[in-house]
């Protein structure tokens, strides 16, 4: 034994234990936190998921004296995520709920491309083009555009800084 350990039973210093058990959704967790006077309190999260799986596993040590100033920071940064997610929508809720445009940023083919043309001439209106193709207005703008059916629309679609080399490419443009 050290020469600065205390037997068990002789130790007075004042001891930390605490065990919890949660349930968060169809996962179990438990959480145990411990320590003893000044050293460092020993934090454990452990979650398993229906089938014992661990789903969630945190664990590491925080000196008392800092404990405070890591709670609130590890609150605020975990109630942040939580927010974010929400946000966002977890997975599940995105793989119930279709995008709004199925098909943004997937390369055209050549026969969407042909439908698309063929379909344009006839005289379709945008919103039909935009629900059978599964891309947003200016997706189907722009492929047409590409395609030469329209003219590409007046004026710069971004701003233009004067640098010398664009005036370089300008020059030799002309």
Not at 92 to 100: I, L
Request: no cysteine.
């Amino acid at each position: 034994m050290e020469a600065n350990a205390y037997a068990p039973e002789l130790d007075r210093r004042p001891h930390t234990h605490l065990d919890r058990h949660f349930l968060s959704g169809d996962n179990a967790y438990h959480l145990i936190a411990s320590g003893t006077g000044d050293d460092r309190i020993r934090l454990t999260v452990t979650g398993w998921g229906p089938g014992g799986e661990v789903v969630s596993e945190l664990g590491g040590g925080i000196s008392p004296a800092d404990l405070p100033a890591v709670t609130e920071a590890l609150a605020s940064t975990l109630s942040g995520l939580t927010a974010l997610r929400a946000r966002r929508g977890t997975p599940r809720a995105a793989e119930r709920k279709p995008r709004r445009y199925p098909n943004l940023g997937v390369r055209w083919s050549t026969e969407d491309d042909e439908r698309l043309v063929a379909r344009y001439r006839e005289g379709a209106s945008d919103r039909e083009l935009m629900e059978e193709f599964g891309r947003s207005r200016g997706g189907i703008r722009a492929r047409l555009e590409g395609l030469g059916e329209v003219a590409p629309e007046a004026g710069p679609r971004h701003r233009t800084v004067d640098h010398p080399a664009t005036e370089e490419v300008a020059a030799r443009a002309t």
